[in-house]
Protein backbone atom coordinates (compact mmCIF):
# COMPACT_ATOMS: atom_id res chain seq x y z
CA UNK A 1 0.00 0.00 0.00
CA UNK A 2 2.85 2.62 1.21
CA UNK A 3 5.06 1.44 -1.94
CA UNK A 4 2.36 2.11 -4.14
CA UNK A 5 1.37 5.83 -2.76
CA UNK A 6 5.05 6.42 -3.11
CA UNK A 7 5.06 5.38 -7.02
CA UNK A 8 1.87 7.81 -7.31
CA UNK A 9 3.80 10.64 -5.92
CA UNK A 10 6.77 10.33 -7.79
CA UNK A 11 4.62 10.15 -11.19
CA UNK A 12 2.82 13.75 -10.18
CA UNK A 13 6.33 15.24 -9.07
CA UNK A 14 7.96 14.20 -12.82
CA UNK A 15 4.54 15.66 -14.20
CA UNK A 16 4.85 18.97 -12.27
CA UNK A 17 8.62 19.33 -11.71
CA UNK A 18 9.76 20.20 -15.92
CA UNK A 19 8.74 23.70 -17.01
CA UNK A 20 8.33 22.87 -20.43
CA UNK A 21 5.20 22.75 -23.17
CA UNK A 22 5.12 19.02 -22.52
CA UNK A 23 4.78 19.27 -18.70
CA UNK A 24 1.64 20.64 -19.31
CA UNK A 25 0.30 17.38 -21.62
CA UNK A 26 2.19 15.06 -18.88
CA UNK A 27 0.65 16.59 -16.09
CA UNK A 28 -2.57 16.29 -17.92
CA UNK A 29 -2.01 12.52 -18.44
CA UNK A 30 -0.73 12.12 -14.89
CA UNK A 31 -4.82 12.27 -13.51
CA UNK A 32 -5.11 8.87 -15.12
CA UNK A 33 -1.78 7.30 -14.35
CA UNK A 34 -1.15 5.86 -11.12
CA UNK A 35 1.05 3.03 -11.11
CA UNK A 36 -0.49 -0.35 -10.38
CA UNK A 37 -4.06 0.50 -11.60
CA UNK A 38 -5.67 0.45 -15.07
CA UNK A 39 -9.12 2.09 -16.08
CA UNK A 40 -11.57 0.28 -17.88
CA UNK A 41 -14.43 1.48 -19.74
CA UNK A 42 -17.01 -1.08 -20.92
CA UNK A 43 -19.84 0.06 -23.25
CA UNK A 44 -22.66 -2.20 -23.72
CA UNK A 45 -24.88 -1.62 -26.73
CA UNK A 46 -27.35 -3.72 -28.33
CA UNK A 47 -25.23 -6.90 -29.32
CA UNK A 48 -21.89 -4.64 -28.89
CA UNK A 49 -19.58 -4.58 -25.95
CA UNK A 50 -16.43 -2.20 -26.61
CA UNK A 51 -13.79 -2.38 -23.75
CA UNK A 52 -11.17 0.01 -23.62
CA UNK A 53 -8.43 -0.50 -21.01
CA UNK A 54 -5.85 1.83 -20.53
CA UNK A 55 -3.00 0.61 -18.09
CA UNK A 56 0.67 1.99 -16.96
CA UNK A 57 3.01 0.10 -18.46
CA UNK A 58 4.39 -0.71 -15.06
CA UNK A 59 1.00 -2.41 -14.06
CA UNK A 60 1.54 -5.01 -17.07
CA UNK A 61 5.32 -6.07 -16.84
CA UNK A 62 6.98 -4.22 -13.78
CA UNK A 63 8.42 -1.28 -15.51
CA UNK A 64 7.50 1.26 -18.39
CA UNK A 65 10.52 3.12 -19.73
CA UNK A 66 12.41 2.03 -22.72
CA UNK A 67 13.63 -1.50 -22.06
CA UNK A 68 17.11 -2.20 -21.71
CA UNK A 69 17.84 -5.55 -21.12
CA UNK A 70 17.20 -9.12 -22.69
CA UNK A 71 14.82 -9.61 -19.92
CA UNK A 72 12.86 -6.41 -20.29
CA UNK A 73 12.82 -6.79 -23.99
CA UNK A 74 11.25 -10.52 -23.65
CA UNK A 75 8.50 -9.36 -21.27
CA UNK A 76 7.32 -6.37 -23.64
CA UNK A 77 7.22 -9.44 -26.27
CA UNK A 78 5.63 -11.78 -24.06
CA UNK A 79 2.83 -8.92 -23.34
CA UNK A 80 2.14 -8.66 -26.87
CA UNK A 81 1.76 -11.82 -27.68
CA UNK A 82 -1.16 -11.64 -24.89
CA UNK A 83 -2.35 -8.92 -26.07
CA UNK A 84 -3.06 -10.71 -29.28
CA UNK A 85 -5.54 -12.88 -27.99
CA UNK A 86 -8.41 -10.55 -25.69
CA UNK A 87 -10.69 -13.54 -25.08
CA UNK A 88 -7.54 -14.86 -22.32
CA UNK A 89 -8.01 -11.11 -20.86
CA UNK A 90 -11.28 -10.19 -20.97
CA UNK A 91 -14.01 -13.10 -21.07
CA UNK A 92 -17.33 -12.57 -21.12
CA UNK A 93 -20.40 -15.36 -20.43
CA UNK A 94 -19.66 -18.13 -22.84
CA UNK A 95 -23.73 -18.12 -23.30
CA UNK A 96 -23.88 -14.90 -25.18
CA UNK A 97 -21.63 -16.38 -27.94
CA UNK A 98 -19.44 -12.92 -28.44
CA UNK A 99 -16.38 -12.87 -30.57
CA UNK A 100 -13.47 -10.48 -29.88
CA UNK A 101 -11.70 -7.99 -32.24
CA UNK A 102 -9.04 -5.65 -30.87
CA UNK A 103 -10.01 -2.14 -32.10
CA UNK A 104 -6.74 -0.26 -30.41
CA UNK A 105 -3.38 -1.74 -29.10
CA UNK A 106 -0.72 0.55 -28.42
CA UNK A 107 1.68 1.82 -26.19
CA UNK A 108 1.93 5.98 -25.69
CA UNK A 109 4.61 7.64 -23.73
CA UNK A 110 5.46 10.57 -22.23
CA UNK A 111 7.64 13.01 -23.51
CA UNK A 112 10.78 12.01 -21.40
CA UNK A 113 10.13 8.00 -21.77
CA UNK A 114 9.76 7.61 -18.19
CA UNK A 115 6.02 6.57 -18.11
CA UNK A 116 3.81 4.61 -20.57
CA UNK A 117 0.38 3.82 -20.58
CA UNK A 118 -0.97 0.81 -22.32
CA UNK A 119 -3.94 1.56 -24.47
CA UNK A 120 -5.88 -1.65 -25.78
CA UNK A 121 -9.45 -1.46 -26.88
CA UNK A 122 -11.65 -4.68 -27.84
CA UNK A 123 -15.04 -5.19 -29.42
CA UNK A 124 -16.79 -8.02 -28.76
CA UNK A 125 -20.03 -8.84 -30.85
CA UNK A 126 -22.33 -10.85 -29.50
CA UNK A 127 -24.95 -13.63 -31.35
CA UNK A 128 -26.78 -13.59 -28.25
CA UNK A 129 -26.97 -10.78 -26.49
CA UNK A 130 -30.16 -11.60 -24.34
CA UNK A 131 -27.43 -13.95 -22.51
CA UNK A 132 -24.93 -11.19 -21.69
CA UNK A 133 -24.03 -11.08 -17.66
CA UNK A 134 -20.98 -10.42 -17.24
CA UNK A 135 -17.32 -9.67 -18.48
CA UNK A 136 -14.35 -11.37 -16.04
CA UNK A 137 -11.31 -9.80 -16.20
CA UNK A 138 -9.27 -12.33 -16.40
CA UNK A 139 -6.15 -10.45 -17.01
CA UNK A 140 -6.24 -9.32 -12.98
CA UNK A 141 -5.44 -12.64 -11.83
CA UNK A 142 -2.26 -13.12 -13.47
CA UNK A 143 -0.53 -9.89 -13.40
CA UNK A 144 1.64 -9.56 -10.76
CA UNK A 145 1.75 -5.29 -10.43
CA UNK A 146 -1.32 -4.60 -11.41
CA UNK A 147 -3.47 -4.14 -8.48
CA UNK A 148 -6.88 -2.70 -9.26
CA UNK A 149 -8.82 -1.89 -12.53
CA UNK A 150 -11.23 0.92 -12.27
CA UNK A 151 -14.68 0.47 -14.26
CA UNK A 152 -16.90 2.40 -15.87
CA UNK A 153 -19.56 0.68 -17.31
CA UNK A 154 -22.21 2.40 -19.81
CA UNK A 155 -25.57 0.02 -20.34
CA UNK A 156 -28.85 0.54 -21.55
CA UNK A 157 -29.79 1.37 -17.87
CA UNK A 158 -27.40 3.75 -17.29
CA UNK A 159 -23.70 4.06 -15.62
CA UNK A 160 -22.13 2.53 -12.69
CA UNK A 161 -18.60 2.29 -11.45
CA UNK A 162 -16.67 -0.30 -9.67
CA UNK A 163 -13.42 -1.31 -8.43
CA UNK A 164 -11.97 -5.13 -9.95
CA UNK A 165 -9.74 -6.75 -8.29
CA UNK A 166 -7.91 -10.18 -8.23
CA UNK A 167 -10.02 -11.62 -5.65
CA UNK A 168 -13.43 -9.47 -7.71
CA UNK A 169 -12.78 -9.63 -11.14
CA UNK A 170 -16.19 -9.79 -12.81
CA UNK A 171 -18.38 -6.82 -13.69
CA UNK A 172 -22.18 -7.51 -13.88
CA UNK A 173 -22.97 -6.00 -17.67
CA UNK A 174 -26.71 -4.88 -16.05
ZN1 LIG B 1 4.33 5.83 -14.50
Same mark, same amino acid.
Given at each position: ?14 ? /? ?7 ? &??? %? $???? #?????? !? ?61 ? /? ?7 ? &??? %? $???? #?????? !? ?49
Amino acid at each position: MIVRKQLYFSCLAAS /IGLASPFAL &AQQ %K $HSHA #HEHGKG !NLEITLDKNRIVSRFISPLQALIGFERLPKTKSENDAITALNQRLQNPAALFSVNAEAECKPA /ILENKIVRD &AAN %K $HADL #HYQVEF !NCTKPAALKQMTILLLKDTKHLKEVRVEFVGPSGQKSSTATAKSSTVMLN
